[in-house]
């Protein structure tokens, strides 16, 4: 008797995993909150409770109030250093080893699907962890905690920043290139964790079920669906994923990968 888990796996999905030549993923902040990491959609909390992201997370917001902007990053840098992946991160990271062709677009800063081990992974909005100049772009590996507010370009002296990517900022051209391909290419696109809200990643998924891709939407907000060759699954990604791994090659069933 199947357990509730697998039984969530549609099997026409199932079947396409485990036949898929290319599979194409885009994550967002819902793959990473089993993690403990609060999506964007969740009310921040403490000293950031009166403060949307959107806000913050922009050019304008940083050249308004540097110091505001700078420890907010400070905050949420603080918070990925202490998380790690989940099953929903490592699931994907079987899947990767077991199908001809994938890639792994991400909108998360986090870099929690390289800490699990994924390898071929595209930050399409950069990395929190890493720090640039606000004016030249130089990156700086460390800066001094005491001192200034935001730290300074030890090269240009321009006041330091989060290398990601800012609301109104253009994605780097090389992801945007990779994105472009794998949207070609793919046979099967996982859309996993994302509110779909923020463009242009937002339009991937359309895009790939418009060059005759599968097309899978997995969130919390969805409704179940099953409409091939697009499927969607209102489940926790921490589930699902494993689930979807085990239903795909079932001799992965008892091997840890819901654990
Ligand atoms: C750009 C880094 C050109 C910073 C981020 C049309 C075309 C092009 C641009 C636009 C356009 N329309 C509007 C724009 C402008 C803008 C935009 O999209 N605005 C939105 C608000 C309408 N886009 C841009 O500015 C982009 N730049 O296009 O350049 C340009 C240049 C100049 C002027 C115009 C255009 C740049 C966008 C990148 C912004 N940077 N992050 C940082 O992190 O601080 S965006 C940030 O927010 C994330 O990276 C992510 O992309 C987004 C949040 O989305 P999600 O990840 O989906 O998270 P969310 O909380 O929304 O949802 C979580 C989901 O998970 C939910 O569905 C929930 O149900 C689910 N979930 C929760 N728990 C679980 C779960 N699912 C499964 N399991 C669980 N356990």
């Not at 964007?40 to 992201?53: H, I, T, V």
């Not at 699990?116 to 772009?137: P, Q, T």
């Not at 090389?174 to 290419?185: E, S, T, W």
């Amino acid at each position: 008797m199947p357990d509730l888990e697998t039984t969530l796996i549609p099997p026409g999905l199932a079947e396409r995993l485990r036949t898929a030549r290319y599979v194409a993923v885009l994550t967002g902040a819902g793959i990473s909150a089993e993690s403990g990491i609060p999506t964007f959609r969740d009310p921040q909390s403490g000293l950031w409770a009166n403060y949307r992201p959107e806000d913050l997370a922009t050019p304008a917001a940083f050249r308004a109030n540097p110091r505001l902007v700078w420890e907010w990053y400070a905050w949420r840098r603080a918070a990925v250093a202490g998380v790690v992946p989940n099953a929903g991160h490592r699931a994907l990271v079987e899947i990767e080893a077991r199908v001809p062709h994938f890639l792994l677009l991400t909108q998360n800063v986090d870099g929690l699907h390289q800490a699990a081990g994924s390898h071929a992974v595209v930050e399409l909005h950069g990395n929190i962890r890493r720090v640039k100049c606000f004016d030249r772009g130089h990156a700086v590996a460390t800066w001094a905690e005491a001192g200034d507010v935001p730290p300074l370009c030890p090269l240009c002296g321009s006041p330091l920043r989060p290398a990601v990517v800012w609301f109104g900022e253009s994605l780097p051209a090389d992801a945007l290139a990779r994105a472009a391909d794998a949207i070609a290419r793919c046979d099967l696109f996982l859309a996993l964790g994302t509110s779909l809200r923020v463009e242009p990643a937002a339009s991937l998924p359309a895009d790939a079920l418009a060059r005759g891709a599968t097309v899978l939407i997995l969130n919390r907000e969805v409704a179940d669906r099953v409409a091939p060759p697009l499927y969607q699954i209102n489940g926790l990604a921490g589930t699902v994923l494993p689930a979807l791994l085990e239903a795909a090659w079932p001799e992965m069933a008892g091997s840890g990968s819901r654990s």
